[in-house]
């Protein structure tokens, strides 16, 4: 089993930045770790996914600008960097980790519980 614990999370103005960490432990596929989102009411949405080595990424088309991904292999962490961030970016933000790259949920089999981001002025 493979567990994943987000931090980072918390409530800031429009145009600051945040950034998300997810620390993977234990035994089972992790090739890649993902990031998604979640808004109040809505579907859990892609953000963005790297493999283990940081060498592959893939970023959603609308956060490109704003949003980076990045890991630390020898800390088993990966980072989700938010700057500039907008309203629109609040929602619990997902940590999940699977065996090949994927922009679906259902292409990540485990999953953290997830940290809030909360953009309000």
């Known amino acids: 089993q493979v567990q994943l614990v987000e931090s980072g999370g918390g409530l800031v103005q429009p145009g600051e930045s945040l950034r998300l960490s997810c620390v993977a432990s234990?035994?089972?596929?992790?090739?890649?770790m993902g990031w998604f989102r979640q808004a109040p009411g809505k579907e859990r949405e892609f953000v963005a996914t790297?493999?283990?080595?940081?060498?592959?990424?893939s970023i959603t088309d609308s956060k490109k600008a704003r949003f980076t991904i990045s890991k630390d292999s020898d800390k088993n962490t990966a980072y989700l960097q938010l700057n500039t961030l907008k309203p629109e970016d609040t929602g619990v933000y997902y940590c999940?980790?699977?065996?090949?790259?994927?922009?679906?949920?259902?292409?990540?089999?485990?999953w953290g519980q997830g940290t809030q981001v909360t953009v309000s002025s």
């Open positions: 999940a980790a699977g065996a090949a790259l994927g922009v679906h949920s259902s292409d990540y089999p485990y």
């Open positions: 234990g035994r089972g596929f992790k090739n890649y």
């Open positions: 790297i493999n283990w080595s940081g060498t592959i990424t």
